[in-house]
């Protein structure tokens, strides 16, 4: 793999974890972090550039996914619960 090409999978994944934190539900952050993490975890042998190529696709529609998802959340946000504090 190309130094820029995973330079760009690792700010990826920095964005999706980010964007991922801003949940304001404990089970939606605690389970899109699990499957970012994840996700990344199973994929990171992956050498062929249009494997790498189509997984950088579908990464940036999850990413947009997580976006509007949190936003959404923001909208409809109900009180904390006690593991969150």
């Not at 249009?50 to 996914?65: F, P």
């Amino acid at each position: 793999m190309a130094a820029s090409t995973r330079a760009q999978v690792i700010s990826l994944y920095k964005m999706m974890l980010a964007e991922s934190k801003k949940f304001p539900s404990y089970n939606y952050r605690t389970y899109a972090l699990r499957r970012v993490r994840d996700a990344f975890r199973a994929n990171r042998t992956v050498d062929d550039p249009q494997t790498v190529a189509r997984l950088m696709a579908e990464g940036q529609e999850t990413l947009a996914l997580i976006q509007r998802q949190v936003a959404i959340g923001k909208m409809f946000e109900t009180q904390k619960t006690v593991v969150e504090g």
